[in-house]
């Protein structure tokens, strides 16, 4: 079969349901089927699964995704097998399957049924499973999150830095990475840690002009700010993140107590409540979950409508990814972050615990928050360049979408301040 052959938009209807692609899918697909190397980096929601998937469905061979989580893993196969009725289509290669479960697994890929097989990075570094993907036909190889490889990015993994060695092994195929991390020091982490220096990159913008960016020093009236706000969002949905458990605790009951609809979320709950007071948010028995950063990974409400941060995030990435779950829906969306010195201070002593390494990225990490916070400047200008990118913030979509924007501050003298 020859890539030129294959009508992909007909492929795409017929297998997806879509009539068009979205954003870049089309050129990254098309890169992928030239054989190129080939680099993604998209926002959350811009449709990454689907630049590997209809590739893998409909080219010879076995596709092998690597993918950091047992449970993404399986709602992508979940997926992908309601697409088709071959039941072989997409498999799971980790270590819950049992003896026969793999056998069949590896019978399927033989055979040539398997398109898309989800590998964890820890399966790959199990010798017999090298040597058996070695001797089948492999397509390409999809790197999902490869920012899992970047020590500057939100979820090191260490496994992920053999990869590139466990590729070398399986064949000269073409390697896929995507990443929702746009800051240009994790890019370059994952290209040259992929060896892939070659590789096409297609990177999205990462502009979300419906969103509202706003900053709030942090005062001891932090909460009764919190519920004006929220009074003044009535009947909608939103998230507050805090740093610590006893804190979602709290913040929850005083909601409550002050008649607001509200659930904690964190993992110092069972998994039964957990489950619970995600669902009473997805069905809107409740308005608001006051969570810990362990709440968002896949939740997909598309009418969030703001995201508060009683505590600021440790990195601009996490605060990018968990602003990014208000205003699925193209709809409003205000991002509130509440900002204090006091804070820095507490989480450069959270970090200090750590290995120096990790402090030091910590740090540099958390400095770039506190730019954020203190900048007079466009937010989402701010933002945007943190992740490389040039945004226009008299022309550029949502311009006047933040607080420094709508009301620019005058030239704040420090008083009672010793100036460096
Ligand atoms: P990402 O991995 O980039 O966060 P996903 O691959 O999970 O994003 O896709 C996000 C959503 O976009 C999914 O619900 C998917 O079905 C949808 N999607 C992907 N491609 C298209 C398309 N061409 N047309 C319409 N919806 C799409
Ligand atoms: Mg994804």
Redesign the pocket.
Same mark, same amino acid.
């Given at each position: 079969m020859n890539s030129n052959e294959i009508d992909i938009h007909k492929e795409?209807k017929k297998y =997806?349901g =879509?009539s068009?692609?979205?954003g870049l899918?089309e050129q990254v697909i098309t890169s992928l089927m030239k054989k190129q190397n080939t680099f993604v980096i998209?926002?959350?929601?811009?449709?990454?699964?689907?630049c590997y998937q209809l590739p893998a469905l409909i080219q010879e061979g076995t596709a092998v995704v690597v993918s950091p989580l047992i449970a993404l893993m399986k709602n992508q196969v979940d997926a992908i097998r309601s697409l088709s009725s071959e039941n072989g289509i997409a498999h799971v290669l980790n270590s819950s399957l049992t003896k026969t479960e793999t056998a069949q697994v590896k019978k399927d890929i033989t055979s040539g049924l398997t398109k898309l097989l989800y590998v964890a990075p820890e399966s790959l570094t199990k010798e017999e499973n090298v040597s058996f993907l070695r001797s089948v036909p492999i397509s390409f190889v999809a790197i999902?999150e490869a920012h899992c490889i970047s020590e500057w990015g939100h979820d090191f993994r260490p496994e992920y830095r053999n990869l590139k060695n466990i590729i070398k092994q399986i064949g000269d195929v073409p390697v896929i990475g995507?990443t929702?991390t746009a800051t240009p020091k994790v890019q370059e982490d994952i290209l040259k840690n992929l060896d892939m220096a070659n590789a096409v990159t297609f990177k999205a913008s990462f502009n979300r002009p419906n969103l509202f960016y706003e900053v709030r020093t942090k005062t001891k009236n932090v909460e009764s700010d919190i519920i004006r706000f929220i009074r003044q969002h009535k009947g909608k949905s939103g998230v507050i993140y805090c740093l610590s458990r006893k804190k979602v605790e709290a913040i929850a009951e005083v909601l409550k107590v002050n008649g607001i609809s509200a659930v904690p979320y964190h993992a110092g709950l069972d998994a039964k409540t957990r489950a619970k007071h995600q669902d009473m948010f997805l069905m809107e028995d409740v308005e608001v979950v006051v969570a810990t950063i362990a709440f968002g990974m896949g939740i997909?409400k598309p009418d969030v409508r703001f995201v508060i941060h009683h505590d600021i995030p440790k990195s601009l990435e996490s605060y990018y990814q968990e602003t990014g779950r208000a205003g699925r829906d193209g709809g409003e969306g205000h991002c509130l972050a509440y900002y204090s010195y006091k804070d820095v201070e507490k989480l450069e002593k959270f970090m200090s615990g750590k290995p120096v390494a990790e402090q030091e990225i910590g740090f540099a990490l958390l400095q770039e928050v506190v730019a954020y916070a203190e900048t007079s400047m466009s937010r989402r200008k701010f933002l945007l360049h943190y992740f490389g990118e040039e945004f226009d913030s008299e022309t550029g979509e949502g311009a006047d979408m933040d607080d420094n924007v709508r009301n620019p501050k005058t030239k704040v003298e420090a008083k009672n301040e010793v100036v460096k």
């Amino acid at each position: 079969m020859n890539s030129n052959e294959i009508d992909i938009h007909k492929e795409l209807k017929k297998y =997806f349901g =879509f009539s068009q692609f979205k954003g870049l899918q089309e050129q990254v697909i098309t890169s992928l089927m030239k054989k190129q190397n080939t680099f993604v980096i998209m926002p959350t929601g811009g449709g990454k699964s689907l630049c590997y998937q209809l590739p893998a469905l409909i080219q010879e061979g076995t596709a092998v995704v690597v993918s950091p989580l047992i449970a993404l893993m399986k709602n992508q196969v979940d997926a992908i097998r309601s697409l088709s009725s071959e039941n072989g289509i997409a498999h799971v290669l980790n270590s819950s399957l049992t003896k026969t479960e793999t056998a069949q697994v590896k019978k399927d890929i033989t055979s040539g049924l398997t398109k898309l097989l989800y590998v964890a990075p820890e399966s790959l570094t199990k010798e017999e499973n090298v040597s058996f993907l070695r001797s089948v036909p492999i397509s390409f190889v999809a790197i999902d999150e490869a920012h899992c490889i970047s020590e500057w990015g939100h979820d090191f993994r260490p496994e992920y830095r053999n990869l590139k060695n466990i590729i070398k092994q399986i064949g000269d195929v073409p390697v896929i990475g995507l990443t929702a991390t746009a800051t240009p020091k994790v890019q370059e982490d994952i290209l040259k840690n992929l060896d892939m220096a070659n590789a096409v990159t297609f990177k999205a913008s990462f502009n979300r002009p419906n969103l509202f960016y706003e900053v709030r020093t942090k005062t001891k009236n932090v909460e009764s700010d919190i519920i004006r706000f929220i009074r003044q969002h009535k009947g909608k949905s939103g998230v507050i993140y805090c740093l610590s458990r006893k804190k979602v605790e709290a913040i929850a009951e005083v909601l409550k107590v002050n008649g607001i609809s509200a659930v904690p979320y964190h993992a110092g709950l069972d998994a039964k409540t957990r489950a619970k007071h995600q669902d009473m948010f997805l069905m809107e028995d409740v308005e608001v979950v006051v969570a810990t950063i362990a709440f968002g990974m896949g939740i997909d409400k598309p009418d969030v409508r703001f995201v508060i941060h009683h505590d600021i995030p440790k990195s601009l990435e996490s605060y990018y990814q968990e602003t990014g779950r208000a205003g699925r829906d193209g709809g409003e969306g205000h991002c509130l972050a509440y900002y204090s010195y006091k804070d820095v201070e507490k989480l450069e002593k959270f970090m200090s615990g750590k290995p120096v390494a990790e402090q030091e990225i910590g740090f540099a990490l958390l400095q770039e928050v506190v730019a954020y916070a203190e900048t007079s400047m466009s937010r989402r200008k701010f933002l945007l360049h943190y992740f490389g990118e040039e945004f226009d913030s008299e022309t550029g979509e949502g311009a006047d979408m933040d607080d420094n924007v709508r009301n620019p501050k005058t030239k704040v003298e420090a008083k009672n301040e010793v100036v460096k």
